[in-house]
């Protein structure tokens, strides 16, 4: 069962506009998420994190935003660049446990 | 700081042949260790997760079998390859212990290409 769901395969995006990912989760435990970028042949890096006590952190152009009641977390990318074509996956852990749920990630293309 | 490196970064095994991937950690003691496939056009899949020397836990049936004979290595095996073991393998780890309010980031290693033909 899939506990963290990202329900867009890809997403295309004009340079400069903002790019919005989404996420969905199940599991009411999970009080962390994270979000990775990812490149072809590549290990994920780590973007940005927000604990479940936020509702928004923000760290340069990356803005993660969360919405408990909803289960629902989304990342912003302001302005997207060319160089952030790339795979982005969201996960999620909880306080009891040492997993790492990963959604199915999201294909971000920008456009020059 | 803390480094993990994986190897070999690319190989290709005919089916029924063995298997070996190696990961080590630098710059922390006593993590948490993940080995991860990414099945092509497919998320990340947890595989096994170890939180100490020997001891391991695996996610899903499988062809495959961790260990970990070292605090900061862990090797992911299998005897004889199939078909479906091709994928992108990566390795991860992440501090065992939580902050207040707070919670660990999972780093990865540089991942393996492994074909099974």
């Known amino acids: 069962d899939q506990q963290v769901k990202q329900n867009s395969p890809s997403l295309s995006v004009q340079e400069g506009r903002i790019s919005i990912l989404n996420c969905d989760y199940t599991?009411?435990?999970?009080?962390?998420f994270l979000w990775y970028k990812k490149y072809p042949a590549e290990g994920p890096t780590f973007l940005i994190s927000?604990?479940?006590?936020?509702d928004k952190n923000e760290d340069g152009r990356f803005t993660v935003f969360l919405n408990k009641s909803a289960k629902h977390l989304s990342l912003h990318i302001v302005p997207s660049q060319p160089g952030d074509s790339a795979v982005y996956f969201c996960?999620?852990?909880?306080?009891?446990?040492?997993?790492?749920?990963f959604g199915t990630g999201t294909s971000l293309t920008v456009i020059p | 700081s803390q480094t993990i490196h994986q190897w070999p970064a690319t190989l290709v095994q005919p089916v029924g042949s063995p298997l070996s991937l190696e990961c080590t950690v630098e710059?922390?003691?006593?993590?948490?260790l993940y080995w991860y496939r990414q099945a092509a056009g497919r998320g990340l899949q947890l595989l096994f997760y170890?939180?100490?020397?020997?001891?391991i836990s695996s996610e899903v049936p499988q062809n495959l079998s961790a260990s970990r004979p070292q605090d900061r290595q862990f090797i992911l095996s299998s005897k004889k390859l199939l078909l479906s073991d091709s994928g992108f393998y990566l390795c991860?780890?992440?501090?065992?212990?939580?902050?207040?309010?707070?919670?660990?980031?999972?780093?990865f290693g540089e991942g393996s290409w492994l074909t099974v033909v």
């Open positions: 996960a999620a852990s909880a306080r009891t446990g040492n997993q790492f749920y």
């Open positions: 710059g922390t003691s006593n993590p948490n």
């Open positions: 927000i604990s479940s006590i936020k």
């Open positions: 991860a780890w992440s501090e065992k212990d939580r902050e207040t309010y707070s919670g660990n980031t999972i780093y």
């Open positions: 599991n009411s435990m999970f009080d962390y």
């Open positions: 170890s939180v100490g020397i020997g001891q």
